[in-house]
């Protein structure tokens, strides 16, 4: 019997799709949608606690994203994490969250948004 093959570690690049879905912060914007759930259960609930919880996130997202992406012997991935915490930004602007307490907000913006800036940071961006 011979030896095994060394593995081979090259790294195929992301495709478009993949690189679209590695900038969308999914778990922290799920996390908003809960919070989002939670805080409408009470017609009560002021203004500045969705404010806290989206303020609280875009800090998060930032670490959580460098977490996520750590690799070891390589330095972070520096626009992955801006544009992450970037994402987490205009998704929730999309989803209208606190901003829905602003006086000028109409849903069309967020979504409009939120479609340009999805696509855009895969053509820009490399891997």
Do not use: C, H
């Not at 011979?2 to 090259?10: M, T």
């Not at 679209?20 to 949608?33: N, Q, R």
């Not at 991935?77 to 829905?100: D, E, H, M």
């Not at 948004?113 to 053509?123: D, E, G, N, Q, R």
């Amino acid at each position: 019997m011979g030896e095994p093959a060394p593995a081979q570690s090259s790294q195929v690049p992301d495709d478009y799709l993949t690189k679209v879905v590695k900038y969308i912060p999914a778990e922290i914007v799920a996390t908003f949608v809960t919070l989002d759930g939670v805080l409408k259960v009470d017609a009560t609930v002021p203004t500045f606690l969705y404010w806290l919880v989206f303020i609280t996130l875009l800090i998060f997202t930032p670490l959580y994203t460098w977490r996520a992406t750590k690799e070891k012997n390589l330095p972070p991935a520096y626009a992955q994490i801006a544009v992450s915490t970037a994402s987490f930004a205009i998704w929730i602007f999309a989803l209208g969250g606190p901003f829905n307490f602003i006086d000028w907000y109409k849903p069309i913006y967020g979504s409009v948004s939120l479609i340009l800036f999805t696509l855009a940071p895969p053509l820009v961006l490399g891997k």
